[in-house]
């Protein structure tokens, strides 16, 4: 998480400090070290527990387990529910205490699920 942080402050720097002209290779630049530092911090993982939306995306396109809780505005799983097809490795959780609980369980439905 503070890689992002870093990144996130590094990125905003770089911005302010670019000419005009390299702004666009600037931003191309941050967005994709700002990528592979999240990458880097998920791809370890088997099974995630988000509430963050671009977390959850990135997740799942590392084909990770994800125990997804909402936000405050209800995003998260407003996503969900609209592309649920795409998604066979996401579970909801009402809390962080269910989610966390609900993990070894879900690691191992999972698991039969992809055996042949």
């Known amino acids: 998480m503070k890689a992002q942080v870093v990144w996130n402050r590094v990125g905003k720097l770089a911005l302010a400090a670019a000419p005009r002209s390299k702004k666009l290779a600037t931003q191309d630049w941050v967005t994709?070290?700002?990528?592979?530092?999240?990458?880097s911090l998920l791809r370890p993982a088997r099974t995630l527990i988000t509430d963050r939306l671009h977390a959850f995306i990135l997740s799942?396109?590392?084909?990770?387990?994800?125990l997804v809780?909402?936000?405050r505005t209800g995003k998260v799983f407003a996503y969900i529910e609209a592309w649920r097809e795409?998604?066979?490795n996401v579970r909801k959780a009402a809390n962080l205490r269910s989610a966390v609980?609900?993990?070894?369980?879900?690691?191992g439905r999972i698991q039969?699920?992809?055996?042949?």
């Open 32 to 39: 994709s070290a700002k990528v592979a530092s999240a990458v």
């Open 60 to 66: 799942t396109q590392l084909e990770r387990n994800v």
């Open 69 to 71: 809780l909402d936000n």
């Open 86 to 88: 795409h998604f066979p």
């Open 101 to 107: 609980s609900a993990v070894p369980d879900f690691q």
């Open 112 to 116: 039969l699920d992809d055996e042949p």
